[in-house]
């Protein structure tokens, strides 16, 4: 299991390091295929599970971001909370994973600033900016890590015992 929460958090961090070197790759002059390659792989892999719109993306070297700014807010909020849950720097999270009403109350509360985002975005017509929707999104992307990385901290803990 520690080489699975190794691989996840490896995972976690890599994506949210690509989420802004794409649009660098993507903006280099001809010829460039390392660097087209790469931003076709990361523009495609957030194709799948972002909406991509422009408006609501982060723009670098004159191109929009592979995923909008809420999806990158989550992303980021995983890569550093998977990177510090995986340090075992913090005490109790097996315990707070393996109770599924601690682990339903934090995914509710990290939630909870998408929430308010999207019932004002909803009720005022309005758009809150790219940075205010990105760091609504870093909690349940932190809160999603967290539960992640502790389940499989248990799992470890649970084989070696076994």
Do not use: K
């Not at 802004?20 to 523009?43: H, M, N, T």
């Amino acid at each position: 299991m520690a080489n699975l929460r190794r691989a996840f958090v490896a995972a976690s961090i890599a994506w949210a390091v690509l989420l802004p070197l794409a649009p660098f790759a993507a903006s280099r002059p001809a010829p460039a295929r390392f660097w087209y390659g790469l931003a076709f792989i990361v523009y495609g892999a957030g194709s799948f599970i972002c909406h991509q719109l422009p408006a609501r993306s982060f723009h670098s070297w004159s191109a929009q971001w592979p995923v909008c700014a809420r999806c990158t807010g989550i992303y980021v909020g995983a890569a550093v909370a998977a990177g510090v849950f995986a340090a075992d720097a913090v005490p109790g999270l097996s315990r707070t994973v393996q109770n599924v009403y601690r682990a339903r109350a934090l995914l509710a509360a990290a939630a909870l600033p998408t929430v308010v985002t999207l019932i004002y975005e909803w009720t005022t017509g309005d758009r809150p900016s790219n940075p205010i929707r990105a760091l609504a999104g870093a909690p349940p992307g932190a809160a999603v890590a967290f539960l992640v990385v502790g389940a499989l901290r248990a799992q470890g803990a649970a084989g070696r015992s076994a």
